[in-house]
């Protein structure tokens, strides 16, 4: 069941279904990445939908993902994942490779989903010499933290 709920997770983030994404997750899951730090299924789908109406929003001609690596085994999955898109706040084009780990409720739910990603990589393609400069130091980290989750709050007043 683990399994079945990263690959419907993939396949609907493949196609941007922020709905279908948020259903993979239980009401109390917890997500975590270099970016974000979100409770609930609320602000977790909030961060999907945000992220989606940006891809799409910058054409889809830039969009892809790949899921790989995708195991299950009780209540503890992983997966690979890369993602080929364009950053909505500068325009450049990112092929970020992320490490994901999940926890599932009995349901199959997602209850704990962490994203892992070589920041200071993801920094110089996102963000291009300050990223090069400044993307291994803990001050970039905390303004790209800062500024994400002020975007996700905004982008959850409006909606």
């Known amino acids: 069941m683990s399994r079945s709920t990263i690959e419907t997770f993939y396949a609907a983030f493949s196609r941007l279904d922020h709905a279908a994404m948020q259903a993979c997750y239980a009401p109390d899951a917890r997500f975590d990445d270099e970016a974000f730090s979100l409770l609930g299924r609320e602000q977790i789908g909030a961060m999907w939908r945000m992220l989606c109406s940006a891809t799409q929003a ?28 364009l950053f909505s706040a500068t325009g450049r084009l990112v092929h970020n490779r992320i490490d994901a780990e999940f926890d599932f409720n009995a349901q199959g739910l997602i209850t704990r989903h962490r994203d ?35 975007n996700l709050a905004a982008f959850m007043a409006r909606s």
């Open 58 to 85: 910058k054409g889809m001609a830039h969009w892809q993902l790949q899921a790989s690596a995708i195991t299950a085994r009780g209540t503890r999955g992983q997966a690979h994942w890369e993602a080929h898109y």
């Open 116 to 150: 892992r990603f070589d920041f200071w990589r993801w920094a110089r393609q996102a963000l291009g010499l300050p990223g090069l400069l400044l993307g291994w130091t803990p001050w970039l980290r905390q303004k790209v933290r800062r500024t994400a989750a002020q």
